[in-house]
Nanobody
Framework: VQLQASGGGLAQIGAALRLSCAAS????????MTWFRQAPGKEREFVAA???????DYGTSLEGRFTISRDSGKNTVYLQIDSLEPEDTAVYYC????????????????WGQGTLVTVSS
């Protein structure tokens, strides 16, 4: 099983990015798919999750600028980040879980390698 995150990079304040995480090795249509992020010197933070039924959950203060979606046919989860802020600078990780307890890091079965988002002026 492999989760390949992509779409990160250097972006200016106020710009938008769309991250993707493509899963391979098995089908994850029945899994929760989630994005976390980890800024330098900080703990990993829950960003957004989407369930097998397309229910969504967002981290505190993140809903509105962040939108999670999935294409189960492509085994892929996306994270749209609008109006980027310097505080969004982090490595963004995708993860999948067989249950719905999205904020608990211990709940996840597989993790991607992360994609770096750097926001600058």
């Amino acid at each position: 099983v492999q989760l390949q995150a992509s779409g990160g990079g250097l972006a200016q304040i106020g710009a938008a990015l769309r991250l993707s995480c493509a899963a391979s090795g098995r089908t994850f249509s029945n899994y929760t798919m989630t994005w976390f992020r980890q800024a330098p010197g900080k703990e990993r933070e829950f960003v957004a999750a989407i369930s097998r039924w397309y229910n969504t959950d967002y981290g505190t203060s993140l809903e509105g600028r962040f939108t999670i979606s999935r294409d189960s046919g492509k085994n892929t989860v996306y994270l749209q980040i609008d109006s980027l802020e310097p505080e969004d600078t982090a490595v963004y990780y995708c993860a999948v879980s067989g249950s719905w307890n999205p904020r608990d890091l211990k709940n996840y079965d597989y993790w991607g390698q992360g994609t770096l988002v750097t926001v600058s002026s």
